[in-house]
C-alpha cells in the first residue's frame, strides 16, 4: 500500500465523505431513472469541480493544483465506491494529461484552466470497431470515420481523438462531427462520434501514453467498485441467517470472502504501483498500467458475481444494488481493454 501524504489522506477523508453523503449510490440510481442522457449530474459536477477535482493533475499555473496522478486516483477510487457518474476520469485525468504533456502553450492557456474550473467536459475517441485494437486504428489526420463507446462522449465539448498518425483535440462544436447517445447497460455517457473532415489540432503526446493513463485511472475507480461491492457483501454474511445461524458462519463463505480480500490487496499494490510510476514518469508504466487493468478487471469480476450470488435471491432483484455494480463491472473490464487484452501485452511488454 503506497504511503500518503498527509494533504492525500485529508483529500481521501473529504472524497469519501462527500460520496457517501452527496453522491451514494441511491443518487446514481435517481439519475439512470431520470432519463438523464448525459449520462452524469451537472450539479454534482459542479460541486466536484470546486472542491478542486476537476485541476489535480494540473499545474497552479493553469488554474489547478498540480498533486499528481496518484492523487486523482485516490479520488477516483472513491467515486468508484458509490458509482457516482461523473467525466472525472475522462475530463480530469486523460483530457488535461493529453494537453499537459501534447499541447503547446497557447493550448494550454485556452483549455486547462477551463477544465479545473470545470466548465469543460471531454471524452477520450480511440476505439473504431467493437473490441479494443488501438494498434488497428484506421482514421487519419483527415479526421474521417467513426469512433465507437467514447465514455461521455455524449456531453462532451473537448473530444481527444486518437488516430493513426497520432493524436488530436477537437472542439465539441467542430463542423462534421455528429454523434449518437447510447443506452448502455450501467446506464452512463456512452456515445458513437462520427467523422467528416473534422478541423484538429495535433497534440505531441503518443496514443499509448494516454491509454495508459486512462487504464491506471480507470483500474483506480474499479478498486473503488470492487471494494465497495465486497464490503456491502461482508455486512451481509454478518446479518443474514439460515439454518437458524449467521451464514458468515459457514466455512465456504468464509473461504471465497477471503479469495475476494486478498484479490483485493493484491490489486491495490497493481493500482497503486501503475499511478506512482506516472508522476515518477518510470520506464515501466506501460507494464504497470496493463498489469494494473488486468488485475482490476478480474478481481471486479470475480467480486461482482459473488456479491449477486452470496446475497441469494435479493441480488437478482433492481431493488437491491447488487445488480448495479455488476452491470457497472462487466462494462468497465471491457473499456480501454480487457483482462485478456492486458495479460498478453504485459507478456509481449515482458517479451515472455
Known amino acids: 500500500m503506497a504511503v500518503l501524504t498527509e494533504e492525500q489522506t485529508m483529500l481521501r477523508d473529504a472524497a469519501k465523505a462527500w460520496t457517501q453523503e452527496k453522491s451514494p449510490v441511491t443518487a446514481f440510481r435517481k439519475l439512470r431513472d431520470s432519463g438523464n442522457t448525459d449520462g452524469y449530474d451537472r450539479a454534482v459536477w459542479k460541486e466536484m469541480a470546486e472542491m478542486g477535482w476537476a485541476g489535480i493533475v494540473i499545474p ?179 446479518t443474514r441467517t439460515q439454518f437458524g445461524q449467521l451464514i458468515g458462519t459457514f466455512q465456504a463463505l468464509q473461504h471465497r470472502a477471503a479469495k475476494m480480500y486478498t484479490e483485493l490487496e493484491l490489486t491495490r499494490s497493481c493500482v497503486e504501483a501503475a499511478l506512482t510510476a506516472i508522476d515518477n514518469n518510470a520506464n515501466d508504466i506501460a507494464q504497470l498500467a496493463s498489469l494494473a487493468k488486468a488485475k482490476a478487471s478480474e478481481t471486479l469480476h470475480l467480486v461482482s458475481t459473488e456479491m449477486v450470488q452470496m446475497h441469494g435471491g435479493i441480488g437478482m432483484t433492481d431493488a437491491h444494488d447488487a445488480g448495479l455494480y455488476l452491470k457497472r463491472a462487466r462494462v468497465v473490464e471491457a473499456l480501454y481493454g480487457s483482462a485478456s487484452f492486458h495479460r498478453d501485452r504485459y507478456a509481449t511488454l515482458l517479451n515472455y
Do not use: C
Not at 71 to 76: A, D
Not at 116 to 145: C, N, Q, W, Y
Open 60 to 238: 497552479e499555473e493553469y488554474g489547478g493544483t498540480g498533486l499528481g496522478t496518484l492523487t486523482l486516483g485516490i479520488v477516483l477510487e472513491e467515486t468508484g465506491r458509490t458509482l457516482t457518474a461523473s467525466p472525472l476520469l475522462s475530463t480530469a485525468l486523460i483530457a488535461a494529461s493529453a494537453i499537459l504533456l501534447g499541447g503547446n502553450e497557447a493550448q494550454k492557456k485556452e483549455w486547462l484552466p477551463k477544465i479545473a474550473e470545470g466548465s469543460v467536459i471531454a471524452a477520450f475517441a480511440i476505439d473504431e470497431g467493437p473490441h479494443h485494437h488501438p494498434d488497428r486504428l484506421t482514421m487519419t489526420k483527415t479526421l474521417s470515420g467513426t469512433k465507437r463507446f467514447v465514455a461521455d462522449g455524449g456531453a462532451a465539448n473537448l473530444i481527444i481523438v486518437a488516430t493513426k498518425d497520432g493524436v488530436f483535440l477537437v472542439d465539441g462544436n467542430a463542423k462534421g462531427l455528429t454523434r449518437q447517445r447510447l443506452h448502455s447497460v450501467d446506464s452512463r455517457g456512452f456515445a458513437n462520434l462520427a467523422f467528416e473532415n473534422v478541423a484538429a489540432e495535433p497534440l505531441s503526446v503518443s496514443v499509448d501514453q494516454l491509454l495508459d493513463l486512462a487504464r491506471a485511472g480507470l483500474a483506480a475507480e474499479m478498486l473503488g467498485t470492487a471494494t465497495q461491492a465486497f464490503e456491502i457483501t461482508l455486512d451481509y454474511l454478518k
